[in-house]
Every structure is written in C-alpha cells, then in structure tokens.
C-alpha cells in the first residue's frame, strides 16, 4: 500500500495546508512524514517549487522545516477549535516571516535585460522556504478561507482542508473508510 496521499482539498491554494500535511497517520496507525530525512524534505520542498532539487538540505534545515510544520498544525487546529492558541506557535511564524526580505530584486540578464527575482544563495533557502510557507499559512488563518478549514472526519487521519461543500475528507480513501465504518456500524447495531 502506498503512503502518498493526494493533496488534501484546498492543498493547490495553500501550500501551508500541504505543508501542515506532511506527517500524517495511515490506517492502522501507521505514521507517515514526508519530511523525516534530510533526503525527504529536499524532495518536498522541490516538489512545491520552495528549494531547487539540488539545494542539499542538511538535518539542521529538516528539522527547522518540522518545528515550524508543528505550529503551523497547532495554528489550524486551534482556529479549527475555535480555542485559543500557544502565543509560541503566533511567534514561530512571526519569526520565520521577518528572515527574508518580500521584495523581489532587480536583476539584469545581457541576453533576456531586466528581470525582477529572489535569487537565494544556498545558505538563504531554507529561510525563504520558512519565511513563504509561514507567510502562506497566516494568509489562509486571516483569509476568507479560514471558516472552512477543517480536520479530516475519517479517524485516525490528522489531516486538515478546506471544506467545500458537505465534503469533510481529506481524500477519496477517508471518505470511503467514513462512510465504511458508519455502515458497519448500523449492521452491528441492527444484530445486538
């Protein structure tokens, strides 16, 4: 059985939702987390366009990418909740949108002529990456989006996404193991 799962809706406007996804629990308990090497972070990242492939992320970087990732998750599920949230995990983003400057530079190509670009030594990629996806995750908290996010419906899933609709899955599989196991259990009520 693959680990991979879709992206969870919402996913393809917020990379924050993706990246608050990135450890997840398969049935069966089964954890899953996409950025538990050095290895599998660098791939992640350059999955969604925030490191080149070859950026060589080290443990150091991994594990900045995880702490982040954990109040990033702690952000949603508080705002999910509606409870009120560790002034540590609204410090956390914080600190990670004031690493890098938003503006773009001024470059000039003497082939294709001015261009506007963040072109990040190797030692700035990890702070751009903190500094985007902190910045994304505090645009879906403040955005119009937030009523909708959600937790997965399908237990053990500890995915979040946005709802659209009735839909309260995360994926096509969750919502199929939901409706599964509510069956189940009125056949199992019908026979006691």
């Not at 949603?76 to 890098?100: E, I, K, T, Y």
């Not at 500890?158 to 509510?182: E, K, M, P, V």
Request: proline share 7%; charged share 20%.
């Amino acid at each position: 059985m693959s680990a991979a799962l879709p992206p969870a809706p919402g996913a393809e406007q917020y990379v924050a939702l993706d990246f608050a996804d990135s450890a997840y629990v398969l049935p069966g308990g089964r954890f899953v987390d996409l950025l538990s090497t050095p290895t599998s972070t660098n791939r992640w990242l350059a999955e969604h366009g925030l490191a080149p492939a070859d950026a060589g992320v080290q443990e150091m970087c991994a594990t900045q990418l995880r702490v982040l990732r954990e109040h990033v998750r702690a952000l949603f599920a508080a705002r999910v909740a509606q409870q009120p949230v560790l002034p540590g995990a609204v410090s956390a983003v914080n600190d990670a949108l004031r690493l890098v400057s938003t503006a773009d530079l001024l470059h000039w190509d003497d082939t294709k002529g001015p261009y506007r670009a963040a072109l990040c030594p190797p030692n700035e990629i990890l702070d751009r990456a903190l500094a985007t996806l902190a910045a994304n995750a505090a645009d879906l908290l403040t955005g119009p989006d937030a009523d909708f996010l959600t937790t997965c419906g399908s237990s053990p899933c500890n995915r979040f996404l946005i709802r659209h609709g009735r839909r309260h899955w995360c994926s096509t599989r969750c919502g199929d193991r939901a409706r599964a196991a509510r069956a189940y259990a009125r056949t199992k009520s019908k026979t006691d």
